[in-house]
């Protein structure tokens, strides 16, 4: 994890890419400095679906002013954020550009450093916690592949922008009725051939009325 500001726990190396020295500054208020830098991004600068690859290159421009505090930085970055569509789940890279300023205060006669802050060690301060707390504000919550991505088809999960406008799966059916429509897109339907019953015969029109007799068909003499 980023080394946090409150405690400092090593000496700085000034070979980092992401620590500056002040010692061509002074300490003279309203003196100035820039400096151009590409520096390799910080570990864990994500969120969610995104992030800014570890080591993946970070352009800096920084300003720092001496002022009776401290040294103020003022850093723009760039750098490319690599993830997932949150609609869609293609795959995405975009460019990310974020500006931040911060105050780096400067050391007390026993070494302590202002204890809610960022602070300078002798010469030296380091812009990684700076940096990596900065990206990471900068990434979008719910990154787009583009602004009108149509997400991914409910019934299969097609991306739709592939799949295009004539994309679909026919009227939608009710759970309830799964089966028999199951059933009857079956060859023979319900019942067999043509799904008229056992056999796929015609019932007979021939039927017996309630004195056991049989009721003759239409146009049949009645006995």
């Given amino acids: 994890m980023p080394q946090s500001r409150k405690n400092p726990s090593a000496r700085l190396d000034p070979r980092k890419p992401l620590v500056f020295s002040t010692l061509d500054l002074g300490r003279s208020p309203g003196s100035e400095y820039s400096q151009k830098r590409t520096v390799p991004a910080p570990a864990y600068v994500e969120a969610g679906l995104v992030g800014v690859a570890e080591g993946s290159d970070v352009e800096l421009d920084v300003r720092m002013e001496a002022v009776s505090e401290g040294v103020l930085v003022t850093a723009t970055a760039r750098a490319q954020v690599t ?84 994309h679909g799966h026919g009227p939608a059916i009710d759970p309830r009725w799964a089966s028999l429509q199951e059933a009857v897109s079956r060859p023979g339907g319900l019942g067999g051939d043509g799904g008229l019953g056992a056999g796929g015969s015609e019932p007979d029109e021939t039927e017996m009325n309630g004195n056991g007799r049989r009721t003759p068909s239409a146009g049949e003499p009645d006995d």
């Fill in 83 to 166: 993830g997932e569509c949150a609609r869609c789940l293609e795959p995405i890279s975009q460019p990310v550009e974020v500006t931040g300023q911060e105050l780096f205060a400067y050391s007390t006669d026993d070494g302590q450093g202002d204890p809610e802050g960022y602070s300078l060690q002798g010469d030296l301060l380091d812009f990684e916690p700076v940096l990596h707390d900065a990206l990471v504000l900068a990434l979008p919550l719910a990154p787009l592949c583009q602004e009108d991505c149509p997400g991914l088809c409910v019934e299969c999960g097609v991306p739709l922008a592939q799949a295009g406008p004539d």
